[in-house]
Nanobody, 128 residues
Framework: QESLPEFGGGSVEAGGSLTLSCSAS?????MGWFRQVPGKEREGVAA????????RYADSVKGRFTVSQGDAKNTVYLQMNDLKPEDTGKYYC????????????????????????WGQGTQVTVSS
């Protein structure tokens, strides 16, 4: 079963908020959120490994973004507050089953190689 697409993208003014969501199959997984701007490499912004209690953020979003597991344990939310124009981009969720996460983890939960199932992406646009 493939992951569901991401939900929650849109357009906001600087300082505004958006919440993205994505669902994995099952309740044992790690999930990362990545964003890509045309002409730049895709970067990891947040990641969560719920059963291990691990959460990580890119320095650029610390204090503004929060990743959390929903009441439906297979759903993850990315709450984005105080959005800035430089947060504009296409946001992707990606996940792997828990066993894969542990096998491939080599020190960074924001590494793309951890994740083998990717969403289609949702656009976030922040205007100044």
């Amino acid at each position: 079963q493939e992951s569901l697409p991401e939900f929650g993208g849109g357009s906001v003014e600087a300082g505004g908020s958006l919440t993205l969501s994505c669902s994995a199959s099952g309740v044992s997984y790690c999930m990362g959120w990545f964003r890509q701007v045309p002409g730049k490499e895709r970067e990891g912004v947040a990641a969560i490994y719920p059963e291990g209690g691990s959460i990580r953020y890119a320095d650029s979003v610390k204090g503004r973004f929060t990743v959390s597991q929903g009441d439906a344990k297979n759903t993850v939310y990315l709450q984005m507050n105080d959005l800035k124009p430089e947060d504009t981009g296409k946001y992707y969720c990606a996940w792997s089953p828990g066993g894969t996460c542990l096998f491939q983890y080599d020190g960074s939960w924001l590494a793309e190689k951890l994740y083998n199932r990717w969403g289609q992406g949702t656009q976030v646009t922040v205007s100044s």
